[in-house]
């Protein structure tokens, strides 16, 4: 028997009839269609599919749709806002921080969700505050810098690597 | 030419725009009207015979379209999944493959039936009601036991477990007797699973009104997709498109024909409803073949003063149920054994070993990384047992001329080993480190060093020896550049990118060739309707050592068109028209000017010489004369707690030649991520089976450890540039030389911190549990001498 479920996503109110057992990410991709969100485990290991609940980083493969009646969602296609890139969106691009992109959409997420609880994370803190994403391509080494990069920009405190330009040469 | 801007540069990647937006389009993303979803019923055991398959309780399921199984395939395939002669052309045994099995599973995971439902979840239901009646059979899962002749078959019909087995240079008992020293191993290389983060998927839609077949994958090889699926379904190759736009992540697993391409398409056929299939990760973990998966037995002998004498190497390879469509080509394993050294004499030999496992074929690396790692730890071994430093030894035996022919016959391009070796040493600070571990080990501190003086053989690959690589195709490569009235320019490659990042460094040859700005090209891949009639994909660090100097060749003959046309426009002699920075012009009068984008739309135009046509576009494929052979040196350094077995990776330095460099930021990107797959195998990763049952124990993310990235130090690189001599770009490959690396310098660090120990070798995954019971085994041992000895 299908429930209807409305959230807020990325700021525009949605609202559909969905299986009980529909879970959060299939409703984002399949029903909503937004396919920045992506599944790349069956387990809740690999953080593809994270977006923020309500400001917190959330895997959007653990919950059904309908545990998000009433919620705030952000997406990937979320962040940029007037056309111009989130400073985590812009840091990755900078520093190389993705290589198939697969995996990004779920980092920035995380990343976002870091940065709002820690502005100004050392590299061991991004390091742990990230564990809960798998990438295969980068080695982590450049999304570290990455977020490093968007706190810098995003104003926090004490960090130093400032974003580069993004046709410059070395 | 005139190497202008482009081409070096740091240029930021065109396709993150779209990839940081969540705007790519991966296979998921897209949905046709209609679509059935595949669920595919897989065997539980490793080895069954199959009694019966119901499916009348299935079929009642809500929203079933219909459900398959070996006897509608044998109307709509045609043959097996084809086998490659890669480098073992003599094979004793390839059990024919077809896609889903008839009446005996030969893994765990092979496919038995599919569903198509109308959404994913009603596939998925109707799959768990196929009621599928099986006799479970012995399952052969050791490879030292399969090859008994007394052993069950992996097959039941099958003659024995034997897949190959190819001497390449035999076995010299006078060689050995040079050495002082001689030194005896057997090194393993686990199963891994090549887990891209993005798992495989299909979706194919089969038009009935015109016999054509669209289908959308995740895949590195397009077009040797549609040459497959021509050979497996009987539809003509101009009838079929594969269509394969971002893909994320492949490692080699996406670069050869799988059970699922020919399933989903022929359903499609069979069905006439679009049918998407996406891979779950257990299904990956369980069903898409496995890299590895092999041991060596090593014999090297060396001489007091630490030349190397001979070394015997047998490659024992588990090829699984089946042979993988490359799985022999990690048989080039022995033909790299010698690594970057010189030896008098090696011995090589390798066998191909079916067990009831998934099969293995390439991934990241394939044959190389295991050869680096068997080389390199002989080369430590063979340093401990002669008490000689093992930087002393490598530089002792350094290949040093160039083209150097290995012990094979393969012939090294270029090189200057110990120029990287110094910079890796200098970087680490070899003899201070030295220093620390000494005072370090007085205090009870296991600090160690390993390096990996690496070499790959890659750039696949010359016409003649690949020729035979698939069906009669050598894996050359195509590109075609086409430049527009208005002097925009698109491009067209065969190779394909799964985050090599192609978009971007393309252009920047096309610009540099062209004179054009870099901003007006363009680069289209990924769609078999567009472009040259062939292209032959993205692996084997291929892509810019071939896919890059076709682009380069296709630029080149615009370019040639674009000067008899310019000679035309301004009256004079070819020989006298000068071409810099995409400007024509006459010797001695530089001022009168034409840009390539004015010869362009002259191009298209009415006065053109008599004997040309309109057009300035040019398709080229490029053969190259060899292969290329990156090299480095890399080194770990780690501390092991003796009481834990745990393994603190503290450093990680690596310096490597790829020849001269197109983008920097997307080289060093790529040995990220190649250094931190190997690491992965170092410590990390195994596909574990239970060897009674055959059942798998690794089957998620759970229990199969990608790092994280707490897992991976920052990694320190460098590089030194030796030019390739084997392509006009001078570049070598870059893709899998990290992984290739890695390992090797990381398990060299490990037996050099637990050398107090009397620990001379530690097999992958070198885990807390598996070092804590080496550090006790020695413990007693070394108790039990003392004992002994009082």
């Known amino acids: 028997m ?99 992109g697969y995996c990004t959409p779920g980092f920035i997420m995380a990343a976002a969700y870091l940065l709002s609880e820690n502005p100004n994370p050392t590299d061991d803190e991004i390091r742990q505050g990230l564990e809960g994403n798998l990438c295969r391509c980068t080695g982590y080494v450049n999304i570290v810098k990455s977020v490093k990069s968007a706190a810098a920009t995003m104003g926090g405190a004490t960090a130093k690597a400032g974003a580069k330009s993004a046709a410059g040469r070395s | 030419m005139a190497v202008t801007a482009m081409i070096g540069a740091k240029i930021h990647r065109r396709e993150d725009p779209r990839l940081v937006s969540g705007a790519g389009h991966y296979v998921d993303d897209f949905t046709l009207p209609g679509t059935a979803y595949m669920s595919i019923v897989r065997s539980p055991y490793a080895h069954a015979r199959i009694n019966s398959i119901d499916v009348t ?149 089969y038009a009935r009104a015109d016999g054509s077949l669209t289908v959308w994958m995740s895949t590195q090889i397009p077009h040797l997709m549609r040459f497959y699926l021509t050979l497996g379904l009987g539809l003509p190759e101009s009838r079929i498109r594969v269509v394969s736009q971002d893909v994320g992540g492949g490692f080699g697993s996406k670069g050869y024909p799988q059970a699922e391409d020919y399933l989903v398409t022929a359903a499609a056929k069979l069905s006439s409803r679009p049918v998407k299939w996406i891979e779950g990760r257990t299904e990956a973990i369980q069903g898409t073949p496995h890299g590895r998966g092999q041991f060596f037995d090593v014999e090297a002998g060396a001489k007091k003063d630490g030349t190397l004498v001979a070394l015997k190497v047998t490659q024992y390879l588990d090829a699984g149920g089946y042979v993988g ?133 890659c750039g696949i690959g010359p016409s003649a020896p690949t020729a035979g690589a698939t069906g009669g195709i050598a894996l050359v490569e195509s590109a075609q550049v086409r430049v527009f009235p208005t002097g925009s320019v698109s491009v067209y490659v065969g190779t394909h990118s799964h985050g090599q990042s192609h978009e971007t460094t393309f252009p ?46 296709a630029s080149k003959k615009v370019v040639d068109k674009a000067r008899k046309l310019a000679a035309h426009i301004f009256e004079a002699s070819e020989d006298d028209v000068v071409f810099d920075q995409g400007q024509f012009y006459v010797k001695g009068s530089p001022d009168k000017r034409k840009a390539m984008a004015e010869i362009a739309l002259a191009s298209y135009g009415a006065s053109l010489p008599p004997d040309m046509e309109q057009g300035l576009e040019a398709v080229a494929y490029f053969d190259p004369p060899n292969f290329v052979w990156p090299f480095g040196t890399h080194i770990a350094v780690v501390e092991v707690d003796p009481e834990t077995g745990d393994v603190d990776l503290q450093r990680y330095i690596a310096v490597d030649d790829c020849g001269n460099v197109i983008n920097p930021m997307i080289v060093d990107g790529q040995i990220h991520g190649g250094v931190t797959q190997g690491i992965a195998q170092a410590l990390y990763e195994e596909v574990v089976y239970d060897n009674d049952s055959g059942q798998m124990r690794t089957g998620t993310m759970t229990d199969y450890l990608i790092p994280t990235a707490n897992e991976i130090p920052n990694l320190e690189l460098d590089r030194t540039v030796t030019p390739s001599p084997t392509n006009e770009l001078g570049v070598k490959g870059i893709g899998e030389a990290g992984t290739i690396a890695s390992s090797a310098a990381v398990i060299n660090a490990v037996c050099d911190a637990l050398s107090p120990f009397g620990i001379k070798h530690v097999d992958m995954p070198a885990s807390p549990d598996r070092i804590w019971k080496q550090i006790q085994q020695a413990r007693v041992a070394s108790s039990n001498g003392e004992e002994a000895r009082k």
């Open chain 1, 2 to 100: 299908k429930q209807k479920v409305a959230t807020t996503i990325n700021g525009e109110r949605r609202e559909h009839e969905v299986e009980p057992r529909l879970l959060l990410v299939h409703y984002i991709r399949d029903v909503v269609g937004l396919t920045g969100t992506h599944i790349g485990c069956d387990t809740s290991q690999c953080g593809a599919c994270t977006i923020l609940v309500d400001g917190k980083a959330v895997k959007s493969c653990t919950m059904f749709a309908l545990q998000a009646e009433g919620r705030s969602l952000t997406t990937i296609e979320g962040m940029a806002k007037d056309g111009q890139l989130h400073p985590l969106q812009q840091a990755f691009w900078d520093e190389h921080g993705l290589q198939c």
């Open chain 2, 508 to 553: 920047q040859i096309v610009a540099d060739t062209l004179g054009v700005p870099y901003d007006s090209i363009e680069l289209r891949h990924g769609d078999t309707a567009e472009g040259p009639a062939f292209g032959y994909g993205t692996y084997g660090s291929r892509s810019l050592a071939v896919g890059g100097m076709a682009v380069h060749k």
């Open chain 2, 57 to 205: 309780a299935a079929s009642k399921a809500p929203g079933v379209v219909a459900i398959y199984t070996y006897k509608d395939f044998a109307k709509a395939i045609t043959g097996g999944i084809p086998v490659a002669p890669a480098f073992v052309a003599e094979k004793k045994q390839t059990p024919n493959r077809f896609p889903i099995a008839e009446k005996e599973v030969v893994y765990q995971g092979e496919a038995v039936a599919v569903v198509l439902a109308d959404s994913r979840y009603q596939a998925v239901d109707a799959a768990n009601l196929v009621d599928v009646n099986y006799d479970q059979l012995p399952a052969v899962m050791d490879m030292e036991k399969a090859l008994d002749p007394k052993s069950p078959k992996v097959h039941s019909d099958g003659p024995d477990n034997v897949a190959w087995d190819l001497t390449y240079v035999p076995d010299d008992a006078e060689a050995m007797k040079e050495a002082d020293v001689v030194i005896k191993e057997r090194i393993h290389q686990q199963r891994l699973s090549p887990t891209a983060i993005e798992p495989r998927g299909v979706m194919a839609e």
């Open chain 2, 325 to 457: 469509n490359l799985g022999a080509f990690q048989g080039v394993a022995c033909l790299l054994s010698g690594g970057a050294y010189k030896w008098k004499h090696i011995s090589a030999r390798t066998v191909g070993v079916l067990t009831n496992r998934v099969p293995t074929d390439i991934y990241r690396g394939a044959g190389r990384p295991e050869a680096t790692h068997l080389c390199e730890r002989v080369i430590d071994l063979l340093a401990g047992a002669l008490k000689m430093d093992p930087v002393a030894i490598r530089r002792k035996n350094f290949a040093t001329e160039f083209p150097f022919t290995n012990n094979f016959g393969l012939v090294y391009d270029s090189g200057a080993y110990e120029k990287a070796l110094d910079k890796a040493l200098e970087m680490v600070g070899y003899d201070r480190f030295r220093k620390e571990q000494e005072e370090g080990r007085r205090k009870g501190k296991y600090l160690g060093i390993g390096l990996s003086s690496w070499i790959e053989i």
